[in-house]
């Protein structure tokens, strides 16, 4: 295999973009990360699935990740208006990873940048990507932190960018999102959480407030006695309520007396922040020399954690591809990375629609549901949602409104 003249360009040192760059380089190829930022840098999405870890092992990853003592998470419980119902990832129907992490993002993301730095990955960091040119042999403007710039040539480029959006942005991909405008509110507390209080902090905790089945928040134990806090609603519920981030997090918590319970000898010691209109699409996830990963394409909601999971199977699609495609094969990116991408992207969405109707809300708390089908649910839950075999996955839509219409019938 010959060495192309230019290397791999990386946009982004978060996730995807480290995990897409170790596994190049694993096969041998010449790979550069343009980072804009300085790690380690803040960031949410800290509830991993399962799924996640089968990807950060590819990549070589895992033996640092589990020396760095992040919280053990074995699953995910639900709590609404005094129901409680949880979800054991070693209970699923793809009999995948039992177990996962819950992670400060800051540590994880620098990990996995530097574990790619240590196989042989170049990252160049607070260095922006300003302009592009996929005209002939790709090219980027790039802007370093001292404001000078300079053009940077690739063999190939996966953006990896996230919420950047670098070239969705620059060459007018962006296409609107079928979700309506959403805004999280969030912060990291001192939890004070009682240990004897039956509170497991070995699984995220999605609580929905009682009066309103499309706010909801997450709870995310981390293993040093902190956790991270958001809410989630329609921009219509935060009207008057956005000027003080801190009493609008907290308001929204005393409305939820299940949560307000947990909380109670919470320490607010880290100011809120917010994000919104965070879900987005592309008109297409690739194009000659170039590749979109995880959130530069497409980023669902938050609820069910998938941000991550989607960003870390996108990029082991594409390392796999572009291997391939340099290595003299041919190669199609819309058979062979769009489409199989987006059915567990599409089951994904078919989870996070059921739930905003609430529909996917009454599966979650039947009470009797049947073990086998309570662990095809599992699996989704868990981040498997490319595995065909899960009836649940084949057909998400007709299938979770078929079984919702029962539990409603039972419960009526």
């Given at each position: 295999m010959d060495t192309p003249l230019h290397p791999i360009v990386v946009i982004g040192a978060g996730p995807s973009g480290a995990i897409a760059a170790a596994l190049l380089r694993r096969q041998g190829h010449r790979v550069l990360i343009l980072e804009r930022q300085r790690f380690p840098r803040?960031?949410?999405?800290?509830?991993?699935?399962?799924?996640?870890?089968?990807?950060?092992?590819?990549?070589?990853?895992?033996?640092?990740?589990?020396?760095?003592?992040?919280?053990?998470?074995?699953?995910a419980a639900f709590a609404c208006d005094g129901r409680y119902t949880a979800f054991d990832f070693g209970q699923t129907s793809s009999k995948g990873r039992p177990t996962t992490f819950q992670v400060q993002r800051a540590r994880f993301d620098k990990i996995l940048a530097d574990e790619a730095e240590r196989q042989g990955v170049e990252i160049r960091y607070?260095?922006?990507?300003?302009?592009?040119?996929?005209?002939?042999?790709?090219?980027?403007?790039?802007?370093?932190?001292?404001?000078?710039?300079?053009?940077?040539?690739?063999?190939?480029?996966?953006?990896?960018?996230?919420?950047?959006?670098?070239?969705?942005?620059?060459?007018?991909?962006?296409a609107p999102s079928a979700f309506p405008l959403r805004r999280a509110v969030f912060t990291h507390v001192e939890d004070g959480i009682d240990p004897a209080g039956g509170f497991d902090r070995n699984k995220i905790l999605i609580t929905t407030h009682p009066a309103h089945r499309d706010i909801w928040f997450w709870t995310i134990?981390?293993?040093?006695?902190?956790?991270?806090?958001?809410?989630?609603?329609?921009?219509?519920?935060?009207?008057?309520?956005?000027?003080?981030?801190?009493?609008?997090?907290?308001?929204?918590?005393?409305?939820?007396?299940?949560?307000?319970?947990?909380?109670?000898?919470?320490?607010?010691?880290?100011?809120?922040?917010?994000?919104?209109?965070?879900?987005?699409?592309?008109?297409?996830?690739h194009g000659a020399g170039f590749a979109l990963l995880g959130n530069a394409a497409e980023f669902l909601d938050p609820v069910f954690s998938s941000g991550v999971t989607?960003?870390?199977?996108?990029?082991?699609?594409a390392a796999a591809l572009l291997g391939r495609q340099l290595a003299g094969e041919a190669v199609d990116w819309e058979s062979e990375f769009a489409q199989p991408l987006k059915r567990g992207v599409n089951a994904f969405r078919a989870?996070?629609?059921?739930?905003?109707?609430?529909?996917?809300?009454?599966?979650?708390?039947?009470?009797?549901?049947?073990?086998?089908?309570?662990?095809?649910?599992?699996?989704?839950?868990?981040?498997?949602?490319?595995?065909?075999?899960?009836?649940?996955?084949?057909?998400?839509?007709?299938?979770?409104?078929?079984?919702?219409?029962?539990?409603?019938?039972?419960l009526s």
């Open positions: 803040f960031s949410i999405g800290e509830s991993l699935l399962a799924h996640c870890l089968d990807f950060v092992e590819e990549a070589g990853m895992l033996p640092a990740v589990e020396a760095a003592g992040f919280q053990l998470k074995n699953g607070e260095e922006e990507i300003i302009a592009a040119d996929f005209s002939a042999q790709p090219q980027l403007r790039v802007r370093r932190a001292d404001g000078s710039e300079y053009l940077q040539s690739a063999c190939f480029v996966l953006d990896a960018s996230g919420y950047g959006r670098v070239l969705p942005r620059l060459l007018d991909l962006e134990p981390f293993s040093d006695g902190r956790c991270s806090q958001g809410v989630v609603a329609a921009e219509h519920h935060y009207e008057g309520r956005l000027g003080d981030l801190d009493a609008c997090l907290k308001g929204f918590i005393a409305e939820t007396p299940d949560l307000a319970k947990v909380l109670e000898n919470a320490v607010w010691d880290t100011p809120a922040r917010t994000i919104g209109g965070y879900s987005a699409n592309v008109k297409t996830l989607i960003a870390m199977r996108s990029a082991s699609m989870y996070v629609e059921g739930w905003y109707e609430g529909y996917f809300q009454d599966v979650i708390y039947y009470p009797d549901a049947q073990e086998d089908i309570r662990e095809m649910i599992c699996s989704i839950l868990a981040g498997y949602a490319w595995d065909e075999r899960n009836p649940f996955v084949e057909e998400p839509a007709r299938r979770l409104r078929m079984l919702a219409s029962v539990c409603q019938g039972q």
